[in-house]
């Protein structure tokens, strides 16, 4: 009977512990369940922000690598500038020292490829490219008679046909076209436009091409044939054929288009001050002259 009975008690403690061990191994899978998926949970953020920082980053790097070539860039641009500026300005101290010794050979080829011969069935003039698009100026009285059949002989002696593009007639201003790409001439600011200052004529006096006569500013602001007080006054040599030529100073840019010269008088030569002609060029472009 006892025996039965420890037997019975031995059984129930057994079936206790089995229930317990069962108990924790299912609270063990439980929490193995939770904890992976809290695991995962964390693993999938973790990604998720490496994907973003990496993405920052990214970001970050090129906005520098950005920065910093813009700002290297804008160093070399300021420093290509100033380079290209001294060698300009050393250019024209070159330029002005030999003209101050009398010697505008070196201003003389820099320019002669901007002027050209103005041919029309009863005239011959000068004329010399404002814009390397081909876009040149002359005097109105060279083509009056022959706006439609005006050839335009180079420095290289090439031939072209130009195209009349407008005149301010009360300036005896006219300006052609000839398409292409040419060496152009810089007029001149008006602060460049001294009395006193050297200057040369390049034209065609009497038919000799490509001419150039010296001499300096005798006069600013003078009175022309139109009554407006827009002239040079030059000592340089001017004779039939100088018309619409350039007035060239040492720095080598055209002070003036030559007009006309006193009859009966010697070194009395007038030019068009070259803000004028800078001013009614784009007037006659825009085909509006400015009175």
């Known amino acids: 009977m006892i025996q039965d009975e420890l037997h019975t008690s031995h059984k129930k403690h057994r079936n206790a512990l089995y229930s317990l061990v069962v108990i924790l191994a299912i609270l063990q899978i439980v929490s193995f369940i939770v904890i992976s998926m809290q695991v995962s949970k964390l693993s999938i953020k973790i990604d998720d922000e490496t994907e973003r920082t990496t993405k920052e980053l990214k970001q970050y790097s090129s906005n520098l690598v950005e920065a910093y070539d813009s700002i290297y860039q804008e160093n070399f641009n300021q420093i290509s500038d100033a380079i290209i500026r001294q060698q300009k300005d050393f250019s024209d101290e070159i330029k002005t020292l030999k003209s101050a010794q009398a010697d505008f050979s070196g201003v003389v080829e820099d320019v002669v490829r901007g002027v050209v011969t103005i041919r029309t069935d009863d005239s011959i003039g000068t004329g010399f490219f404002v814009n390397p698009r081909g876009y040149m100026v002359t005097n109105y009285h060279v083509i009056r008679e022959n706006k439609d059949t005006i050839e335009v002989v180079s420095y290289d002696r090439e031939v072209y046909q130009a195209t009349f593009i407008g005149m301010d007639e009360e300036r005896d201003l006219a300006l052609l076209l000839v398409p292409g790409n ?79 010269k006193i009859g009966g008088a010697e070194a009395l030569g007038f030019s068009l001050a070259s803000p004028i002609i800078k001013e009614q060029v784009n007037a006659i472009a825009n085909q509006t002259i400015v009175a």
């Open 182 to 260: 040419f060496d152009s001439i810089e007029l001149a600011e008006k602060g460049d436009i001294q009395v006193g200052k050297k200057v040369i004529a390049i034209g065609n006096p009497l038919g000799l091409s490509f001419t150039v006569t010296e001499g300096i500013i005798s006069g600013i602001d003078r009175v022309g044939p139109s009554g407006l007080a827009e002239y040079v006054q030059t000592d340089v040599s001017l004779n039939p054929g100088n018309s619409g030529g350039p007035l060239i100073d040492t720095n080598g840019k055209a002070v003036g288009i030559n007009n006309f």
